[in-house]
């Protein structure tokens, strides 16, 4: 039986990601209990900050043409994708730093400073062309390497991160996680320098016309990605920004242990979704793989975020500290919203094989309003629940998210038994 599984493709191709995921969330958790003795709350707030703008930023910078390359049907469209990926990539990144330019005197908050943008900005672009790089080999089916690189991610980002707090250094948090996607790029050179080629030999009229083709990705699912990422991390910015002072550091080594086994899943299973999705849907099968791969996260997944959540504000004032225990209660009140983000992220890809960005665009703004007003109600009338509503919000959306994917992908597999 166990011969069976290893052979299969998905759990062979899971298990070379999983294992270097795996080793690097292996480490950043080790490093933990040391890196909260060296930071305060404060120190990893500012992280939480700057992580949050970022991830906005950098999640709709190449205006999602990334994501297609995968799924691109010649080496011609894939080399087309690679560059408009690129040249949004370096178009938004330099739009995002005029617009910095002009509205940074109109920032009132303290830990915004001229450096933390410039950080924020460059980061912006890194994080945008490592995520470029990765699709591209994501689309070679090059799993070892991307193994090999979330090892070394970890090692550098965390190494980086206790050496420079052992100096007193308040920003180490910071540079640690650009290292960290520094080393991304460098691991992925060569894939950096297929596409610094292709950029000198462009063939307009065809660059054109995969643009068109591939247009709902900057016209829908740019806006949805959007709303989905700022779902999150808006919530996070105003806890970090108007909360309590040190909530936004709780919440964010609450995040980062439960998504320890949560990423160590889901990041791998949406590589291999999005490889094969395209293939299954012309067997008209991309139904059944969906629910098969929903059904392997759940054996697989759910109990370690359950076991997690359960006994979190119970070992978390042993293991990183006791100024640490109300990140193990923030902890628990995560845990079934990220047990549903489990289920649900890795195969919302989906919405791009059916070409249902828009439908996904709509959901995504109104799950963002939603999210955003569970955070802004505790805020103005009792700031000690604005985390416990963000909990909720989040269980509520992945939930409805998921019901809607299921739906989508069940029509359209009866669209074209007809």
């Not at 299973?269 to 991309?286: D, F, G, P, T, W």
Request: hydrophobic fraction near 50%.
């Amino acid at each position: 039986m166990l011969k069976k599984i290893l052979k299969e493709d998905f759990f062979r191709n899971v298990g070379l990601l999983v294992s270097g995921t795996a080793i690097g969330q292996v480490v950043s958790i080790v490093a933990l209990p040391f890196l909260t003795r060296l930071y305060t709350p404060e120190s990893f707030a500012q992280l939480s900050l700057f992580l949050s703008i970022v991830s906005i930023c950098s999640t709709i910078a190449c205006l999602r043409f990334e994501i297609a390359i995968p799924l691109s049907k010649s080496e011609s469209e894939k080399d087309d994708l690679s560059i408009l990926a690129f040249v949004s990539l370096t178009g938004f990144s330099v739009t995002l730093a005029i617009s910095a330019y002009f509205i940074y005197n109109y920032i009132d908050e303290a830990r915004i400073t001229l450096e933390f943008i410039i950080l924020a900005i460059v980061t912006v672009f890194l994080l945008g062309l490592f995520n470029l790089l990765d699709f591209l080999v994501v689309r070679d089916k090059n799993f070892k390497l991307s193994s090999k690189t979330k090892i070394l991610q970890s090692l550098i980002q965390n190494s980086s991160q206790g050496f420079l707090g052992f100096t007193k250094f308040f920003g180490g948090l910071l540079i640690g996680y650009i290292l960290y996607v520094v080393w991304g790029i460098f691991s992925y050179r060569r894939y950096l320098s297929f596409l610094s080629k292709k950029l000198f030999s462009l063939d307009f009229s065809q660059l054109k016309k995969t643009a068109i083709s591939y247009r709902n990705y900057p016209l829908y699912s740019t806006f949805q990605s959007l709303f989905n990422v700022s779902s999150i991390q808006v919530p996070i910015i105003i806890i970090a920004i108007y909360g309590v002072t040190p909530d936004a550091g709780y919440l964010m080594l609450a995040i980062r242990i439960i998504q320890a086994p949560l990423s160590l899943l889901s990041n791998s299973v949406s590589q291999i979704y999005i490889s094969k999705a395209h293939e299954e849907r012309k067997k008209n099968n991309l139904y059944n793989y969906t629910v098969d791969i929903i059904k392997k996260l759940v054996k697989l997944g759910v109990l370690p975020l359950v076991t997690i959540g359960v006994s979190a504000p119970y070992i978390f004032p042993i293991i990183f500290g006791p100024e640490w225990k109300m990140a193990g209660v923030y902890t628990l009140y995560l845990t079934p919203w990220f047990c549903m983000q489990l289920m649900s992220s890795p195969v919302s890809y989906s919405m791009d094989v059916l070409s249902k960005q828009k439908i996904g665009m709509v959901f995504q703004f109104l799950g963002s309003l939603f999210r955003i007003v569970s955070v802004v109600i505790p805020l103005l009338y009792m700031k000690d629940l604005m985390i416990i509503g963000h909990a909720i919000s989040g269980f509520i959306f992945y939930t409805a998210y998921m019901c809607i994917i299921m739906f989508l992908l069940k029509k359209d597999q009866k669209m074209v038994s007809v």
